[in-house]
């Protein structure tokens, strides 16, 4: 027995020495110390040894096992070792590493982050409603009843007869001013739809709306929030227009042009040889908006102005294509 331990450990020591590759000393490892191993066949032959040579002969397998153990591990360790110096020759820490890309907000966002600053500068809260709309928010309570001309001049993308995609951010007027009494100081920034393509215009755009209404307020107000907006947005130097307009739910209304942003007022193709651009709708809440929504006419007096968000970034930008902005194409979007 004690012969046949010494032999399996010389084997062992013999074998190990010319294994080549983990695979194979894996395979050793199975072959001599495995449950089914050489090792475990001479081990469990102790059992039918005379009682008192059992103490010495399982002290000599014992020692035979840590042996094998031992050599296996040595080589385990010098098979690691050459494995990691190879994978550190394949790893060139001078090689410049995968750029990040980080992202941005897109143009409309910031626009329109730029316009929800302006006006908490000068107290107004944002306001939301629904992009589905009913035909009662959208056209009935804004003084646009059923047979109005107006409704025409709106291409409305119907999905009942009674509810709809909203074509204006108006209907937030409505439905603030139907939850909460006056004074009201808000504007109601969002998604609205039109049945409308060309390149100014697009079927989905962003408005923002404005709506202050109090006991005293005038049309000098309007100008000079109007005036503050766009002097913020664009340049100290711009200049306003206010011309007459008609709006079924303001009275008196108005579009406000400004100086061309890219001749400043001499005339170019941007802006027709006209030397102004319009940029918004506005004016004074009309009485048969107040009575809809059951404010006293006579008590509340109100402003309000809606513009399309687009129009000002197209400007803003000087950008000739409004569809760029819905063409996700990074080589635009990154440029701002
Ligand atoms: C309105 O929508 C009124 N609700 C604005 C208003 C509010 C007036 C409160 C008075 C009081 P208008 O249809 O003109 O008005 O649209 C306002 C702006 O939306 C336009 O000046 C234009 O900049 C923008 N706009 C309109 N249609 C499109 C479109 N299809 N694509 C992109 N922008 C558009």
């Known amino acids: 027995m004690l012969e046949k331990l010494k032999n399996l450990e010389t084997a062992a020591a013999e074998e190990i020495f010319k294994i080549t590759d983990l695979a194979s000393l894996e395979q050793m490892r199975i072959k001599y110390l495995g449950r089914k191993g050489l090792l475990s066949q001479i081990l469990k032959t102790i059992s039918s040894l005379p009682k008192e040579e059992k ?158 209404v109090d006991t005293e307020t005038s049309f000098s107000d309007l100008k000079g929030i109007l005036t503050v907006f766009v002097h913020q947005m664009f340049d100290p130097e711009t200049k306003l227009r206010f011309r007459p307009s008609f709006f079924p739910f303001t009275e008196p209304s108005a579009e406000v042009d400004i100086s061309c942003v890219l001749c400043h007022g001499t005339g170019c193709r941007l802006c027709s040889d006209t030397g102004w651009i319009e940029i918004l709708g506005a004016g004074m809440v009309h009485p048969k908006v107040f009575e809809s929504v059951e404010y006293d006419p006579q008590k509340n007096i109100g402003l309000a102005f809606g513009m399309g968000i687009e129009r000002i970034a197209l400007l803003k930008y000087g950008i000739g294509d409004i569809r760029l902005f819905f063409e996700n194409d990074l080589r635009f979007l990154s440029q701002f």
Not at 55 to 84: M, S, Y
Not at 126 to 155: T, V
Not at 183 to 194: Q, S
Request: hydrophobic letters at 35%.
């Open 55 to 212: 103490p010495k002969i399982g002290k000599v397998a014992n020692d035979c096992k840590v042996k094998i153990e031992r050599l296996w591990k040595e080589r385990f360790d010098q098979f690691k070792e050459t494995l990691d110096q190879e994978k550190d020759k394949t790893l060139d820490l001078t090689l410049p590493g995968f750029p990040i890309f980080v992202g941005h907000k897109h143009p409309i966002t910031q626009v329109l982050e730029e316009t929800y600053q302006i006006f908490a500068g000068l107290g107004f809260e944002i306001a939301d409603g629904p992009e589905i709309e009913e035909d009662f928010f959208n056209f009935e309570a804004l003084n646009i009843p059923k047979d109005h001309p107006a409704r025409d001049m709106h291409d409305t993308f119907y999905i009942t007869e009674e509810i709809l995609l909203r074509t204006h951010t108006s209907p937030v007027q409505i439905r603030t001013m139907k939850s909460h009494p006056p004074p009201i100081r808000i504007i109601a920034p969002g998604k609205v739809y039109r049945r409308d393509a060309d390149i100014t215009h697009t079927p989905m755009f962003h408005q923002v709306e404005g709506l202050l």
